[in-house]
């Protein structure tokens, strides 16, 4: 199953106050990046973020999921509709993450 670009679009929109918010395809789903570094993705209609320590912490509930078969394991979000959430959950993740590997 792949993502939808609406699921995309509203992700987009609740993440939209946050600077520097992109996104890329890749094999029917999303990559989402912030500030340059990979947060995590939307996989069949799911966002699902990196499992880095302050992301852990942030969230009420903690549930994994693979992304797709083969895949490590993901964290899932579930309060999509909760706006203030989901920046406050990116922001937090920022230094947590692995900087952008140097392109050759």
Do not use: C, W
């Not at 009420?60 to 406050?88: C, H, I, T, W």
Request: charged letters at 30%; aromatic letters at 12%; a negative charge.
């Amino acid at each position: 199953m792949a993502s939808t670009k609406e699921y995309l679009d509203f992700i987009m929109g609740q993440l939209s106050n946050l600077e520097e918010i992109t996104y890329r395809a890749m094999m029917k789903e999303y990559i989402l990046y912030y500030r340059g570094k990979i947060v995590g993705g939307i996989y069949d209609d799911r966002l699902l973020v990196k499992p880095v320590e302050s992301a852990i912490h942030y969230m009420s509930k903690v549930q994994y999921e693979l992304p797709y078969d083969g895949a490590k394991e993901m964290l899932l979000v579930e309060e999509v509709d909760n706006r203030e959430f989901l920046e406050g959950l990116f922001q937090v993740m920022y230094d947590g993450l692995p900087n952008p590997k140097k392109k050759k």
